[in-house]
């Protein structure tokens, strides 16, 4: 009698997706396994063809022969194509449930995790130093490997021995019913293996407290919030597993003087009404620790700001560098003289030389009269 169609048999389209095999053939296989149809022929007939189906169907390149050539693409398959690998008839209906739930999430038998944690410390710097770079030593408790046992755990001439209770794979697993519960061993916590003589040091754990100083190399054009990574100097494995890592998280410190967008630098500077009226030069510092000549034009304002090409901060591992933005602040004079008040009572008797007031109240005297 000639085999039915894999994809018929399923009741799934020739397009489904793998999820949809999954879904379909599990069906199938709770609906016709012998475990729950005991002496039901047609049954085991139909969970066999099922678990054909489903074992060529899962399988990309058995199901690209299949589609092309049919049944014929496993004629000369030894065992017929079927009992090598797939659910054959002498599984317990558990097992199917053990595949198919590794298949969705991704394997399951999996010993516990070793690594150590990884760590995070904040440092703060100046933004000088966020400018120039800076090579900082910071102080931090963290686990490390025990020098005692090399990090097993296991006192000297002993070793680690496989667990009995699951076998060392870290899992066991209880039935319940039909279905198969997994769980991590609580002999050896997931470990797969158990310490019968402790290391005395670090009892058992492999990893002991210690009080390291490391060197850390702050890169120039920081920024809040930047991470720098010291790969493996994190928390020590347990047991010998890999160590995690250690992130520095940068804040830099507020400036008195200078404040940053990008890798521009704001500054505001004050500037004598004299300079502001006639032109001329002043110095302005700048984040390298130099003073720096900026002209500024007759008649400035106060709030216009000057841009000083390259005095910024340099790109973070980029090599370009911002500039600094100069807002000035037009100086009042205080405490005036007798003959500087004559001075300046006699230069505003002159004549109009504040255009930008004179042309604000006409506006005002223009509104008023609208109204």
Not at 50 to 59: G, I, M, N, Q, R
Request: glycine fraction near 14%; proline fraction near 4%.
């Amino acid at each position: 009698m000639s085999k039915r169609d894999f994809y018929e048999t399923l009741g799934v389209s020739k397009d489904a997706d793998e999820k949809a095999l999954k879904v379909a053939y599990r069906k199938l296989a709770m609906e016709n396994h012998p475990d729950r149809n005991p002496d039901n022929e047609a049954a085991a007939d139909r969970f066999r063809e099922a678990s054909e189906a489903y074992d060529v169907l899962k399988d990309p390149q058995k199901r690209a022969a299949y589609d092309r050539m049919g049944h014929a693409a496993f004629d000369n398959a030894a065992g017929g194509g079927f009992g090598g690998g797939g659910f054959g008839g002498g599984g317990g209906f558990s097992d199917i449930f053990d595949q198919m739930f590794s298949e969705f999430s991704g394997g399951g038998r999996q010993q516990a995790d070793t690594s150590g944690n990884d760590l995070r410390y904040d440092m703060s710097i100046s933004l000088e130093d966020a400018f120039s770079g800076v090579q900082r030593d910071i102080s931090i408790h963290v686990p490390v490997s025990c020098d005692r046992c090399s990090g097993s755990g296991a006192a000297e001439g002993s070793k680690p021995s496989t667990c009995g209770t699951c076998g060392g794979s870290g899992r066991v697993r209880a039935q319940q019913g039909f279905f198969a519960v997994e769980r991590t061993c609580n002999a050896c916590q997931g470990m797969g293996q158990v310490i019968s003589n402790p290391c005395s040091t670090c009892r058992g754990d492999g990893r002991v407290q210690q009080q390291k100083t490391l060197a850390v190399s702050v890169p120039a054009g920081v920024d809040n919030g930047t991470r720098i990574r010291l790969t493996g100097k994190g928390e020590a494995g347990s047991r010998g597993g890999a160590a995690g890592d250690l992130y520095i998280f940068i804040n830099i410190s507020p400036h008195p003087i200078f404040s940053r967008d990008g890798t521009n630098v704001m500054a505001k500077i004050p500037v004598p009404m004299t300079v502001a009226a006639l032109g001329g030069t002043i110095d302005v510092p700048t984040l390298a620790g130099k003073m720096a000549r900026l002209t500024i034009d007759a008649g400035t304002q106060s709030g216009r700001r000057f841009r000083m090409r390259g005095k910024g901060m340099p790109a973070l591992r980029r090599g370009n560098t911002g500039d600094q933005i100069v807002e000035v602040q037009i100086e009042t004079p205080t405490n005036l003289t007798k003959k500087q008040k004559e001075l300046l009572t006699a230069f505003s008797k002159a004549g109009e030389t504040s255009p930008e007031s004179a042309s604000f109240m006409e506006r005002v005297k223009r509104i008023w009269a609208e109204d």
